[in-house]
């Protein structure tokens, strides 16, 4: 099964910014969207960002006017510019493919390593 790679991550002051990257083998118009999830310790994976095949875009109330979503479709890649970073961000944050079922984002294929972001107070 293809694997999607996330890269980017590190080590950030609050206030700093990281661009994230997802590597995405094969096409990401073959699906309905790409989604960046993140996973803090003790809490459960959450959907952070979605970017739906039209270029719709959607946050999480608690990354909206903070992350921004995009992709470049010649390099299958899709990308989470993030600002303002607050410790609360910190987590391991992952790509994933997205289709649309019954009025909500569904995932599919497996997750990836993932990449640690780590913000710093």
């Known amino acids: 099964q293809v694997q999607l790679v996330e890269s980017g991550g590190g080590l950030v002051q609050a206030g700093g910014s990281l661009r994230l990257s997802c590597a995405a083998p094969?096409?990401?118009?073959?699906?309905?969207?790409m989604g960046w999830y993140r996973q803090a310790p003790g809490k459960q994976r959450e959907l952070v960002a979605s970017?739906?095949?039209?270029?719709?875009?959607n946050y999480a109330d608690s990354v909206k006017g903070r992350f921004t979503i995009s992709r470049n479709n010649a390099k299958n890649t899709v990308y989470l510019q993030m600002s303002s970073l607050k410790p609360d961000d910190t987590a391991v944050y992952y790509c994933i493919r997205l289709t649309y079922y019954s009025g909500s984002w569904k995932t599919l294929g497996s997750w990836g390593r993932g990449t640690q972001v780590t913000v710093s107070s």
């Open positions: 970017i739906a095949i039209g270029g719709i875009t």
């Open positions: 094969g096409s990401i118009f073959s699906v309905d969207g």
